[in-house]
């Protein structure tokens, strides 16, 4: 396999085995290079969280796979008779979910389906669960991401589970979580492997009934946000590297405030009371 490129049909797990520098690294090292670190040095097994997050990936990206891969265990595992429906399921391969668990994956993949804009990405995307492998230009680091949905020309999407997919929520979700910082990743990928620019599109669903489904653009001032916010990650990353030295919020004291929104209320209330 080529060092660098788009591909496909590649399994989760053996993308998550290569090598090169991720977004959900980099999203540690926003907290501090002493997180990151302790990330790259501590890999963690498939959570219960992760779990249920591939559970609803493949019911909206791969239906066909949700149905034959994942199966539902009715009652209270810690008896005898769960316990050994659940060991005969994964002695099939099978990945075992609640039956919430399963309502729940099973509801946001229809609900997305049932969306038309949604649908239509999905239903003309190239591919889906695309890895990419890429060198950074400014830095040189070696890069890797895996790409929710693309289709050559015309777009990338990226899938998202919230618990309030409305406008104002989900923009606020996008600082919060550095989603402009991945999209910026993921647009320098196809920058790096010299294939054309496309436009960025959300599919947001909601993680609880009625499971709202919205489909967002983000805009040209958002990219080029995370664009400059992902370069500064990167160089701070390599400098990491090169220099063994993993930060966490410095070894001086330092002079602390209130947040500008407090200090805000608190002048309020001074100007109530005088």
């Known amino acids: 396999m080529s060092d660098q490129g788009l591909f496909f049909n590649i399994p989760e797990m053996d993308y998550r085995g290569w090598p090169g520098v991720s977004q959900s690294v980099l999203s540690k090292l926003s907290v501090s290079p002493a997180h990151a670190r302790f990330y790259l040095d501590n890999p963690t097994g498939q959570t219960s969280a992760m ?3 591939s559970a609803v990936h493949a019911a909206i990206l791969e239906p066909v796979y949700f149905a034959q891969k994942y199966t539902v265990v009715e009652g209270d595992r810690r008896t005898k008779l769960v316990k050994e429906e659940v060991a005969l399921a994964e002695a099939s391969s099978k990945i075992v979910l609640s039956e919430a668990e399963w309502s729940a994956a099973a509801g946001m993949g229809a609900a997305v389906w049932c969306h038309p804009a949604a649908k239509s990405l999905l239903e003309t995307a190239e591919a889906r ?3 990419a492998r890429w060198i950074d ?3 040189g680091l ?3 991401g895996r790409f929710d949905g693309y289709k050559a020309d015309t777009f990338l999407f990226d899938l998202k589970t919230t618990t309030d997919a409305s406008p104002e929520a989900f923009a606020k979700a996008i600082w919060q979580w550095g989603l402009h910082k991945q999209a910026a990743m993921y647009l320098n990928a196809l920058k790096a492997l010299e294939l054309p620019a496309v436009p960025y599109v959300f599919i947001v669903v909601e993680s609880n009934a009625p499971y709202a489904v919205a489909t967002y653009l983000l805009d040209d001032i958002s990219v080029n946000a995370g664009t400059l916010a992902l370069s500064d990650n990167l160089k701070l990353y390599k400098e990491c590297l ?11 004291i330092r002079e602390i405030s209130l947040p500008d929104w407090a200090h805000a209320k608190v002048e309020k209330t001074w100007a109530e009371t005088a």
């Open 51 to 53: 779990k249920r997050g």
């Open 129 to 131: 669960e695309v890895s």
């Open 137 to 139: 230009a400014e830095t």
């Open 142 to 144: 070696s890069c890797k």
């Open 242 to 252: 090169q220099t063994n030295k993993w930060p966490a919020f410095g070894e001086a």
